[in-house]
C-alpha cells in the first residue's frame, strides 16, 4: 500500500509500512559507507600487494627481466637482428639462466639516464657495466665486479694533437675533449686540471666518435674497450692515442671496475644473482665469454666491491668534478 505524504513545514516525509524511521535510515546510511570504505580500502590493499610483489619473486613467477642499457660497444647493444648484445648483456644472460630466467627485455636508455630510469622501475637492473664508484654505491645496489677496464682517448688519425693523456689536455685550453654524459672520464678530466670550458659532452659513444672525425673535439674519453672497438669499426679515420698516460687520482685507482647495479630495496634480486655471477667468474669458461667481446685475462676483475665502494677520495675545490660540470641526470 502506498505511503501517504505529510506536510511539516516545508520537510516532505513519507509514512507507510515500507518507511523506516530516522535511527534506521542513519543506520543504514553508516553501514552503505562503511561497506564503500572496506571495499575501496580492499582494492588499494590488492593494488599495493602487486607493487610490494617482490622484484625477484615477479622475476622467477614470469621467467622474464627487464634489463636496463646504454648503447655502447662492446658493453651493451642490440645488433642489427635486433638480439642484445655486449659482455653486459652475455654475462648477464648466463646468470639468470641459472636462476631459471629465460626471457630478457631490453629496455634502452641514454648513458646519462641509466640510474634515474632504475630507480623509476623501468627496468629490474642496469647491464652496461657501470664503473663502480663510492658516489654510485650510494645511490644503487651493485654486484660483484666482473671486468676491470682502464681509460683511453679515440683521436683523429695520425693523432694531429699529440694527447697521451688528460695532462696533456690540461696543458692546452685550446683542446677540446668530448666525453659522454654522466661517464666516469668527466670526474677523472676535471681532477686531472682539464677546466670544464674545455670537455664537451655527447649523448652517447656514437656521436662522441662523430665529433672526433668531424673535429669538434680533439680526443673523446672513454673505457678502452670502448675507444678500441670504435677505432676498430673505422680504422682509417680514427686511432687510439698510444703510449696513454693513465691520469693519477686522489685516493683511488684509474683503473675502474664495471659491475650490474640494482635498486637498493631489491636485496634478495642482488644477492640470488651475485651468487650466480661469483659461480660463474669461477669457471673456466669465463675468460673465454668475455673474450668473444675483446677482453682479456688482464681485464679480468681484481678488487672487491666493498673496496670499491669505500669513499676514501678527497674532493678538491680548487678541481671540482663533474658535480660543477653539466652532466645530464648526474649518473656521474
Not at 634489463?67 to 646468470?95: C, K, M, N, T
Not at 683523429?156 to 672520464?185: C, M, Q, S, W
Not at 666518435?209 to 672497438?229: C, I, K, L, M, Q
Request: hydrophobic share 40%; aromatic share 6%; proline share 8%.
Amino acid at each position: 500500500m502506498p505511503g501517504k505524504r505529510r506536510n511539516i513545514g516545508q520537510i516532505d516525509r513519507v509514512t507507510g509500512p515500507w518507511a523506516l524511521p530516522r535511527p534506521a535510515i542513519l543506520a543504514l546510511v553508516l553501514a552503505l559507507a562503511l561497506a564503500l570504505v572496506l571495499v575501496a580500502g580492499h582494492r588499494s590493499a590488492l593494488a599495493q600487494a602487486a607493487v610490494a610483489e617482490a622484484t625477484l619473486d615477479r622475476i622467477l613467477r614470469t621467467g622474464e627481466v627487464r634489463i636496463g642499457y646504454a648503447p655502447e660497444q662492446p658493453f651493451s647493444f642490440r645488433s642489427p637482428d635486433g638480439q642484445l648484445g655486449g659482455i653486459g648483456p652475455a654475462v648477464a644472460r648466463q646468470v639468470f639462466a641459472a636462476l631459471g630466467v629465460t626471457t630478457m627485455k631490453g629496455v634502452e636508455s641514454e648513458f646519462s639516464a641509466l640510474i634515474p630510469d632504475l630507480l623509476a622501475r623501468r627496468y629490474d637492473v642496469i647491464v652496461s657495466g657501470l664503473s663502480v664508484r663510492p658516489e654510485r654505491c650510494r645511490r644503487v645496489a651493485f654486484s660483484d665486479p666482473f671486468f676491470r677496464a682502464g681509460s683511453a682517448f679515440a683521436v683523429r688519425a695520425g693523432n694531429p694533437r699529440d694527447l697521451h693523456g688528460y695532462a696533456d689536455v690540461a696543458r692546452n685550453p685550446a683542446i677540446r675533449l668530448g666525453a659522454v654524459f654522466g661517464t666516469v672520464e668527466i670526474d677523472d678530466a676535471r681532477a686531472s686540471g682539464v677546466a670544464g670550458e674545455q670537455i664537451l659532452l655527447f649523448p652517447d659513444a656514437a656521436t662522441a666518435a662523430s665529433g672526433v672525425r668531424s673535429g669538434r673535439v680533439d680526443a673523446y674519453a672513454a673505457r678502452a674497450p670502448t675507444v678500441e672497438n670504435l677505432v676498430q669499426r673505422s680504422p682509417r679515420l680514427l686511432e687510439r692515442a698510444a703510449p696513454f698516460e693513465e691520469p693519477v687520482l686522489p685516493g683511488r685507482s684509474s683503473i675502474d671496475h664495471g659491475a650490474f647495479a640494482f635498486r637498493p630495496e631489491d636485496g634478495d634480486l642482488r644477492a640470488a644473482f651475485n651468487a650466480r655471477l661469483t659461480e660463474l667468474l669461477r669457471t673456466p669458461d669465463y675468460p673465454g665469454l668475455i673474450g668473444r667481446f675483446g677482453f682479456t685475462a688482464s681485464e679480468l676483475p681484481a678488487r672487491r666491491l666493498d673496496e670499491l665502494c669505500r669513499t676514501s677520495r678527497r674532493r678538491h675545490d680548487s678541481r671540482p668534478t663533474s658535480d660543477t660540470v653539466p652532466c645530464g641526470d648526474q649518473i656521474c
